[in-house]
């Protein structure tokens, strides 16, 4: 039985994305290193304005930045799906019916699975007090308003660029999206949830806090890690099988510095990878563990949909409004 190939058209417009993709990833990289070089200059200026560096040209380099990320992400998303539909075609003449099965099953991207049950990912988080205390585990920024923060990705071990675009996705994108009720146990059934695949969509909603709620972020790649937050992407294997670990460096209430470690970052899926930067950069944010396992910000990510929640979003809201009773966690109502 002899199979058609892939129409050349199709094969051609893959080719087209690959080359868009390639030039994007190279006007990326570029940008980053401007934004970088600016911000060294700024840091290291004596002057505590310096006459040199215009704050709207940063803030600008920072919008082109974040614009090209979305663009990198929805040619890679076009990319996939051509190349779905090319495999799709073969296997719908070999394996009829499994194919269309597996069509089916996939055809609604937040109606599936991404995570499975049986593999949960393991975090921990640590927060360590300058002076010493023991304290509570309730920890905020106090930036001023529209202070964009940095955000350094360490790659010592060169994954791949897509990788890095995964971990960008997740703290940057402003994507809401509504799942079904029904696949969450949530009443009412008939009804839905809002979720969002990045951070920054998330704490857009938040207004009118007591303590500025950061929602800008300049994300570069750096090997000396100069950022406020910083994502250390490691290829070994956590000895208690971790995958992802937060410290952050606080004083009394304010967070200074958090580190994030990405253990078996090679190995991860881009699901499984995009599940614990959300998590983890969640605890960067102030977060600590919920006791809902079905949440995000459970210790053990075993939830099949590992997004932003409404929940999420309205404990970092208590948390930036001051409050440190124990309300900013999601939480189950047993």
């Not at 803030?59 to 799709?88: F, M, W, Y």
């Not at 053990?300 to 001051?322: H, R």
Request: glycine share 6%; aromatic share 6%.
């Amino acid at each position: 039985m002899q199979l058609d190939h892939p129409s050349s058209d199709k094969i051609r417009s893959i080719k087209q994305l690959r080359l868009q993709l390639l030039s994007l990833t190279k006007e990326l990289n570029k940008t980053t290193e401007q934004l970088q070089l600016l911000e060294l200059h700024e840091i290291g200026s004596d002057q505590p304005h310096d006459e040199n560096i215009h704050p709207e040209e940063i803030s600008e380099l920072i919008r082109k930045q974040n614009k090209i990320s979305h663009e990198i992400i929805t040619v890679k998303k076009r990319i996939q799906k051509l190349s779905a539909k090319t495999i799709l075609k073969v296997e719908l003449i070999v394996l009829p019916i499994l194919a269309i099965l597996l069509f089916y099953g996939t055809t609604n991207h937040y109606q599936t699975n991404i995570l499975d049950p049986t593999d949960p990912l393991k975090t921990r988080y640590l927060i360590e007090n300058l002076q010493g205390q023991a304290g509570d585990t309730y920890k905020h920024w106090n930036i001023a308003e529209n202070t964009p923060l940095t955000v350094s990705i360490v790659n010592p071990d060169h994954l791949s660029q897509e990788k890095i675009n995964v971990i960008k996705e997740a703290i940057l994108s402003t994507t809401p999206m509504h799942i079904n009720n029904d696949l969450l146990g949530k009443s009412p059934q008939d009804g839905t949830s809002e979720y969002y695949e990045g951070w920054k969509g998330a704490l857009n909603t938040i207004k009118g806090t007591e303590f500025y709620v950061p929602n800008q972020f300049s994300v570069i790649e750096s090997d000396s890690g100069p950022g406020q937050i910083v994502i250390v992407l490691s290829h070994l294997e956590d000895p208690d099988g971790y995958s992802g670990y937060t410290r952050s460096v606080v004083d009394d209430s304010q967070i200074l510095k958090s580190f994030i470690t990405i253990y078996d970052a090679d190995k991860l899926s881009d699901n499984r990878l995009a599940a614990v930067v959300r998590h983890e950069f969640g605890h960067a944010l102030g977060l600590p563990h919920a006791n809902d396992p079905q949440d995000l910000m459970h210790a053990t990510i075993q939830t099949n949909y590992p997004y932003i929640s409404e929940c999420d979003i309205t404990a970092v809201q208590s948390l930036y409004d001051g409050n440190t009773d124990g309300n900013a966690y999601c939480r189950t109502n047993s």
